[in-house]
């Protein structure tokens, strides 16, 4: 698998090359964030540092999501929360502080492989958002609940949901095309938004405590601040238009609500 090493820093970048190799990972490495923009749609993974000579690794890393799911693990000696959860909020799958341990990026990113490879968008290849995918027979299917599927519909148009999809009131949620639409019109959301917002609409009204939505949504071994969820919540809330479609259940967690009067 192709691995791009977005790293100014000869030392850090050269060592990440080499731990790759040895992991039987094909690194190929940029020293820009222009250059990263140039090659991250011909990776499997994208390591990403923030600290960027040109341009900011955040800024990077939401041109990418603009175009594509690819993973994304942002690397960066910045200590402040805040910018833990802004490269969260902007795209990124993971973030990992420096100095780190070699052994644990790797099982980073195996892990985050692993669940790229369980969405239908990712294929044998670097896939970009809205192309078209390529599943392999062994590719696992992911059915809805019958009590949500849109049947009646036979196939999918363009900028519509198609079958299987998910609903809830007037929100839509398209699991294969990864595509959100609310009174028909889609609304434009991030990768992980896009987690979050399928796992509370495949059992609308039903609280889902924290721990649960953090461990389904980024992982069961998430280091990270959970903060980085109510952060998560409050940009779906922002992009749906009102509060009301994600209601939050003091000391347990969040459940999905339709509201009675859905925004336009």
């Known amino acids: 698998m192709n691995v791009l090493i977005v790293e100014d820093d000869d030392g850090i970048a050269e060592a990440l090359e080499r731990v790759l190799e040895r992991h039987g990972y094909q690194p190929h490495r940029v020293g820009t964030g222009t250059e990263a923009l140039e090659w991250f749609e011909q990776a499997h993974l994208v390591l990403l540092d923030l600290g960027l000579p040109d341009l900011d690794g955040q800024e990077v890393c939401r041109r990418i999501r603009e175009s594509s799911c690819v993973p994304v693990i942002t690397l960066s000696g910045r200590t402040e929360e805040l910018d833990r959860v802004m490269a969260l909020h902007v795209g990124a799958d993971d973030f990992v502080m420096k100095p780190f341990s070699h052994y644990e990026l790797v099982a980073r990113i195996q892990a985050l492989l692993r669940r790229a490879a369980r969405c ?44 299987g999809s998910l609903r809830a009131g007037s929100l839509e949620v398209d699991p294969r095309t990864r595509k959100v639409f609310l009174d028909g019109r889609e609304v434009r959301i991030t990768r992980k938004e896009f987690d979050l917002l399928l796992v509370l609409m495949e059992d609308p009204g039903s609280v889902l405590e924290r721990q649960d939505l953090m461990s389904r949504v980024w992982d069961e071994n998430w280091c990270g601040s959970s903060r980085t969820l109510d952060v998560h919540v409050g940009s779906l809330r922002s992009k749906l238009g009102s509060p009301a479609w994600i209601e939050t259940v003091r000391g347990v967690g969040y459940r999905l609500t339709a509201p009675a009067t859905a925004p336009a």
């Open 120 to 163: 239908v968008l990712h294929g044998s290849g670097p896939v970009r958002a809205g192309a078209t995918p390529v599943i392999s027979p062994a590719a696992p299917s992911n059915p809805a609940p019958a009590r949500t599927t849109t049947a009646t519909r036979p196939t999918a148009e363009q900028g519509q949901p198609g079958p």
